[in-house]
């Protein structure tokens, strides 16, 4: 079946220093791709996602770009923010309107 | 607008008691979820609608039931609680377009079962 695999946290980083948050996908046809943050106390919400191969999300300074050939979706920022820490859910929908969420990264950052 | 809203936010229910959570959203949408999270697994589809007066299962739906009477309205119901239904229960909501897929979600509601 769909499944989204994203690396384990916590990611602990100072601010201004760079983010990567890796993400891989499993799934038949085309997916969209998405990121989802969640602010603590709070529901996710939607960072950025793309549609179709090669396209690339951006939102907040925070960028993906949509890889089939390496099926990814790596989550960047140049520079963290304090106000960046958060969870960070990678999730793909095939088409039927259902999203699979990966397990989740938590991002720590330290002024 | 509100968006997606939920009641409760903190509920506390002993084994075999039952409850209704209820989600709400003034966006118009289609589609309603409902998911759970638990620590180390992401979110987890528990049961969906794709329109008013319609329900499907989802990756969990084992212990729930839900209704969709009205359009605005997805209730998540469990009959006798079980401590492995202790989780955050979240809904959302999408406008079921394919290019507008975008899912909005409630504050979540923390149950704990005793």
């Known amino acids: 079946g769909d499944s989204v695999t994203q690396m384990e946290g916590p990611v602990t980083l100072s601010e201004e220093a760079c983010l990567t948050i890796?993400?891989?996908?499993?799934?038949?046809?085309?997916?969209?791709l998405f990121w989802y943050v969640q602010y603590p106390g709070e529901g996710l919400q939607l960072l950025l996602k793309?549609?179709?191969?090669?396209d690339k999300g951006s939102n907040k300074g925070f960028e993906a770009t949509y890889r089939k050939e390496t099926t990814s979706f790596h989550l960047e920022k140049g520079s963290v923010q304090v106000s960046d820490s958060a969870v960070y859910f990678c999730?793909?929908?095939?088409?039927?309107?259902?999203?699979?969420f990966g397990t989740g990264t938590r991002l720590l950052v330290s002024p | 607008n509100a968006g997606v809203t939920q009641t409760p936010k903190f509920r506390v229910l002993k084994t075999g008691q039952s409850m209704t959570l209820l989600c709400a959203q003034d966006?118009?949408?289609?589609?309603m979820y409902w998911y759970r999270q638990d620590p180390g697994m992401g979110l987890r589809l528990i049961h969906y609608?794709?329109?008013?007066?319609?329900?499907a299962k989802g990756e969990v739906p084992d212990g729930y039931n839900v209704s969709r009477l009205k359009k605005q309205n997805f209730l998540l119901g469990l009959e006798s609680a079980a401590p492995s239904q202790t989780s955050v229960y979240f809904c959302?909501?999408?406008?079921?377009?394919?290019?507008?897929?975008?899912?909005?979600f409630g504050p979540g509601t923390r149950l704990t079962v005793l």
């Open positions: 890796n993400c891989t996908y499993t799934a038949t046809g085309y997916p969209s």
């Open positions: 999730a793909l929908d095939t088409g039927f309107q259902k999203l699979v």
């Open positions: 959302a909501s999408s406008s079921g377009t394919s290019y507008s897929n975008e899912q909005f």
């Open positions: 609608s794709v329109g008013e007066g319609t329900t």
């Open positions: 966006m118009n949408h289609e589609y």
């Open positions: 793309a549609t179709k191969a090669d």
